[in-house]
């Protein structure tokens, strides 16, 4: 597991890594809601049946300078660590434009720091609540990292929406779901390994308008206008 610690978030970082074993990054991306709470206070965490996101209690709330500063100086381990997945769907992530302008919170992602990516058959994401409905093989990810209130950062999972052929899952639509752990390791998948465990995905997705076809948006402060998202 690696962490990041600067008290002032400085765009240098100063870097300590450690030999990563799949629990430690398991418990650093899913059991931040004990950091700062007694054990009265620690919300209540099921691992094979989550309802929600595990929720990072205090983060370090940084403004979009700070945020884009950490992100620039995570991104290619967190990238390297995502790629131990192996899934054909991101092979070419890194290359894929990003939509927001600064890494923001993201309250229904667990109060982590997340990014906004599309591939290029998701180029209509750029559109936002004109997208429409995004034709099969568009993939949306979601890229997360937290910082604690003490200034440590963690790389989090990394989130996908991609849309599958009419018929694979009437219940979400027919997106799937996929939770990607930092050290590469399946949390879940629609349809697949641990899809219990990505269940609420579909859920929380179903809340949006219907005309945002099950997407959630940059939020407009962040958002960036891209040429090509027709």
């Given at each position: 597991?690696?962490?990041?610690?600067?008290?002032?978030?400085?765009?240098?970082?100063?870097?300590?890594?450690?030999?990563?074993?799949?629990?430690?990054?398991?418990?650093?991306?899913?059991?931040?809601?004990?950091?700062?709470?007694?054990?009265?206070?620690?919300?209540?965490?099921?691992?094979?049946?989550?309802?929600?996101?595990?929720t990072v209690r205090q983060p370090r709330v940084l403004d979009a300078t700070e945020a884009l500063a950490v992100y620039q100086n995570v991104r290619?381990?967190?990238?390297?660590?995502?790629?131990?997945?192996?899934?054909?769907?991101?092979?070419?992530?890194?290359?894929?434009?990003?939509?927001?302008?600064?890494?923001?919170?993201?309250?229904?992602?667990?109060?982590?720091?997340?990014?906004?990516?599309?591939?290029?058959?998701?180029?209509?994401?750029?559109?936002?609540?004109?997208?429409?409905?995004?034709?099969?093989?568009?993939?949306?990810?979601?890229?997360?990292?937290?910082?604690?209130?003490?200034?440590?950062?963690?790389?989090?999972?990394?989130?996908?929406?991609?849309?599958?052929?009419?018929?694979?899952?009437?219940?979400?639509?027919?997106w799937r779901y996929t939770m990607i752990m930092p050290d590469g390791s399946l949390f879940g998948v629609t349809k697949g390994e641990g899809s219990?465990?990505?269940?609420?995905?579909?859920?929380?997705?179903?809340?949006?308008?219907?005309?945002?076809?099950q997407m959630f948006f940059v939020p407009e402060e962040y958002r960036i206008e891209l040429l090509d998202s027709q």
């Open positions: 597991m690696w962490v990041l610690r600067d008290k002032n978030l400085a765009p240098a970082l100063s870097t300590q890594c450690q030999p990563s074993a799949r629990a430690l990054l398991f418990a650093a991306a899913l059991s931040f809601s004990a950091l700062q709470a007694s054990s009265a206070q620690a919300q209540s965490v099921d691992l094979t049946h989550p309802d929600q996101h595990f290619a381990r967190m990238f390297a660590g995502y790629g131990g997945a192996r899934n054909p769907a991101i092979a070419d992530l890194d290359e894929w434009p990003v939509y927001n302008s600064a890494p923001y919170l993201s309250a229904t992602h667990g109060q982590r720091y997340v990014n906004n990516y599309a591939n290029p058959k998701a180029r209509a994401y750029g559109r936002y609540e004109e997208a429409g409905p995004m034709p099969v093989g568009a993939v949306l990810a979601k890229d997360s990292f937290t910082v604690t209130s003490q200034g440590d950062v963690f790389a989090a999972a990394l989130f996908l929406m991609e849309k599958m052929p009419a018929g694979f899952n009437q219940a979400s639509h027919d219990e465990r990505v269940a609420f995905c579909i859920t929380c997705h179903e809340a949006v308008e219907e005309s945002h076809h």
